[in-house]
Protein backbone atom coordinates (compact mmCIF):
# COMPACT_ATOMS: atom_id res chain seq x y z
CA UNK A 1 0.00 0.00 0.00
CA UNK A 2 3.14 2.28 0.94
CA UNK A 3 5.35 1.37 -1.30
CA UNK A 4 5.39 4.30 -3.57
CA UNK A 5 6.00 6.77 -0.97
CA UNK A 6 9.29 8.07 -0.13
CA UNK A 7 11.68 6.38 2.44
CA UNK A 8 12.91 10.02 4.26
CA UNK A 9 11.38 13.42 4.99
CA UNK A 10 12.50 16.21 5.88
CA UNK A 11 10.15 18.34 8.14
CA UNK A 12 11.03 21.85 9.54
CA UNK A 13 11.48 21.59 12.90
CA UNK A 14 11.32 24.75 15.55
CA UNK A 15 13.30 27.28 14.33
CA UNK A 16 13.40 26.64 10.87
CA UNK A 17 15.91 23.64 11.59
CA UNK A 18 15.21 20.52 9.20
CA UNK A 19 15.59 17.24 10.39
CA UNK A 20 16.11 14.41 8.45
CA UNK A 21 13.29 11.02 9.07
CA UNK A 22 14.74 7.62 8.00
CA UNK A 23 12.48 5.35 7.52
CA UNK A 24 13.87 1.63 7.55
CA UNK A 25 11.39 -0.08 8.98
CA UNK A 26 12.33 0.69 12.64
CA UNK A 27 10.52 3.96 12.68
CA UNK A 28 7.43 3.32 14.14
CA UNK A 29 5.11 6.32 11.78
CA UNK A 30 1.77 5.24 13.30
CA UNK A 31 3.00 5.82 16.51
CA UNK A 32 5.08 9.17 16.03
CA UNK A 33 2.08 10.56 14.10
CA UNK A 34 -0.54 9.42 16.10
CA UNK A 35 1.36 10.74 19.57
CA UNK A 36 2.00 13.69 17.26
CA UNK A 37 -1.88 14.49 16.97
CA UNK A 38 -3.08 13.52 20.61
CA UNK A 39 -1.06 16.14 21.75
CA UNK A 40 -1.89 18.49 19.18
CA UNK A 41 -5.73 17.66 20.07
CA UNK A 42 -4.65 18.14 24.09
CA UNK A 43 -3.40 21.31 23.27
CA UNK A 44 -6.28 23.09 21.24
CA UNK A 45 -8.44 21.64 23.69
CA UNK A 46 -6.69 23.21 26.61
CA UNK A 47 -7.53 26.74 24.87
CA UNK A 48 -10.81 25.85 24.00
CA UNK A 49 -10.19 25.81 20.27
CA UNK A 50 -12.11 22.88 20.26
CA UNK A 51 -15.58 24.64 22.09
CA UNK A 52 -17.26 25.52 18.80
CA UNK A 53 -17.17 21.66 18.18
CA UNK A 54 -19.37 20.69 21.50
CA UNK A 55 -22.51 19.34 20.16
CA UNK A 56 -23.50 16.98 22.77
CA UNK A 57 -22.31 15.94 26.54
CA UNK A 58 -19.78 14.17 27.08
CA UNK A 59 -17.93 14.38 23.46
CA UNK A 60 -14.97 12.79 23.52
CA UNK A 61 -11.93 12.90 21.46
CA UNK A 62 -10.28 9.81 19.51
CA UNK A 63 -7.56 9.17 17.16
CA UNK A 64 -6.93 5.97 15.50
CA UNK A 65 -3.99 4.98 12.31
CA UNK A 66 -6.39 3.96 9.36
CA UNK A 67 -4.17 0.21 10.03
CA UNK A 68 -5.64 -0.27 13.52
CA UNK A 69 -1.36 0.17 14.81
CA UNK A 70 -2.39 3.16 16.80
CA UNK A 71 -5.36 4.12 18.80
CA UNK A 72 -5.62 6.47 21.73
CA UNK A 73 -7.31 6.37 23.86
CA UNK A 74 -7.25 2.79 24.79
CA UNK A 75 -11.07 1.49 24.91
CA UNK A 76 -11.10 0.87 28.51
CA UNK A 77 -9.23 4.27 29.28
CA UNK A 78 -11.88 6.10 27.32
CA UNK A 79 -13.53 9.28 29.23
CA UNK A 80 -10.48 9.54 31.58
CA UNK A 81 -8.61 11.53 29.65
CA UNK A 82 -10.14 12.46 26.11
CA UNK A 83 -12.78 14.14 27.05
CA UNK A 84 -14.01 17.61 25.48
Not at 5 to 30: M, N, Q, W, Y
Request: charged share 30%; net charge negative; glycine share 14%.
Amino acid sequence: MYGSLPHSIEPDAPGGKRVALEFDGGFDTDAAFGRMTVDLLKEMRAEKALSPLLLAPGAELGVDSDDGVFGWPRYEDRGKENRL
